[in-house]
């Protein structure tokens, strides 16, 4: 069991930035593959940005070039930089953690909100 708690959503103007925190807690954290993910009104979720237990990260093409994902093991922390934000980037924003020999093992965090308005 991984237990997810996200923070650092808000309100932020057109081309600001903003740091989101993924905060876990569990067995084998650090093990797991650990990904952003984004869902707007009325959209489906989308991946944003994902990170693997050896590093490798992929992004969305939307975000590329925008967002970094990094992931603290010391703190077991997985956060998401974002810069250049624009207004199709307002949606609710999701942690998950995917164990990768086990897809039973599929964990989402509560969510937060970020809004990019002027």
């Known amino acids: 069991q991984v237990h997810l708690v996200e923070s650092g959503g808000g309100l932020v103007q057109p081309g600001g930035s903003l740091r989101l925190s993924c905060a876990a807690s569990?067995?084998?954290?650090?093990?797991?593959?650990m990904s952003w993910y984004r869902q707007a009104p009325g959209k489906q979720r989308e991946l944003v940005a994902r990170i693997t237990s050896d590093d490798t990260t992929t992004y969305a093409d939307s975000v590329k070039g925008r967002a970094t994902i990094s992931r603290d093991r010391a703190k077991d922390t997985v956060d998401l930089q974002m810069n250049a934000l624009k207004s199709d980037d307002t949606a609710v924003y999701y942690c998950n953690a995917y164990h990768p020999r086990n897809p039973l093992l599929d964990f989402w965090g509560q969510g937060t909100q970020v809004t990019v308005s002027s």
């Open positions: 569990g067995s084998n954290v650090n093990i797991y593959m």
